[in-house]
Structures are given as C-alpha cells and as structure tokens.
C-alpha cells in the first residue's frame, strides 16, 4: 500500500504564490513518475504537471511559465511551486504517482487532495 499526503493548499490573492508538497510513504521499491492535477468545482479533474524519476518535465499549457515541477527522490517527494496565481487556479489540487511495489507490481497512488483558493 501506498500513501500520499499532500499539504500547502492556502487562500492567496491573484498574482501571489504558493508551494505545495506530496509525500509518498509505504511500500515502494521504486517511483516512475508523480505528477499533479486539479479539479475546480463542477468541472472534470484536469492535469497540470508531471515529472519522471529522471528529472522530465511537462505541464498544461495553462500553467507553462507559472508554475514549476520538481521532486526530492530520496524522500519520495514532489513540489509545485506556483506563481503569478490567478482566480482560475483555484481548485482541489491531487498528487498522483506510478509506483512499482514489488518486481511484478505496478500501482497508480492518488492523494486527497489539497485546496487552493485564488481570490481577492
């Protein structure tokens, strides 16, 4: 089993900034990737950003330039960093990670989610 706790979620005003962290914990032999997503009200949950246990990056056109994607592989960890926030950011954001637990197992882990809240 794994677990993935996210945290930093925090009201801010439109062009402010905000990091947010995940942690994964549990039975992990290795992580290939761990990426966010986020889910306004109503609306389908939407990808932001990824990045590999190699250090690739992508992200959502409606982010590239705002925010940035890193990760700590020692600690099982990954990092949004976000910038120049605007009200459309405003969402549940998720942490997601592929991790293989054994040698034949493969899992795709969720966290549950942190809220973010851009307004004036």
């Known amino acids: 089993q794994v677990e993935l706790v996210e945290s930093g979620g925090d009201w801010v005003q439109p062009g402010g900034s905000l990091r947010l962290s995940c942690a994964a914990s549990g039975t992990i032999l290795s992580i290939n990737n761990m990426a966010w997503y986020r889910q306004a009200p109503g609306k389908q949950r939407d990808f932001v950003a990824v990045?590999?246990?190699?250090?690739?990056?992508n992200y959502a056109d409606m982010v590239k330039g705002r925010f940035t994607i890193s990760s700590d592989n020692a600690k099982n960890t990954v990092y949004l960093e976000m910038t120049s926030l605007k009200p459309e950011d405003t969402a549940v954001y998720y942490c997601?990670?592929?991790?293989?637990?054994?040698?034949?197992?493969?899992?795709?882990?969720w966290g549950q989610g942190t809220q973010v809240t851009v307004s004036s």
């Open positions: 997601t990670a592929g991790v293989r637990t054994t040698a034949t197992r493969y899992i795709t882990s």
């Open positions: 990045i590999t246990s190699s250090g690739i990056t």
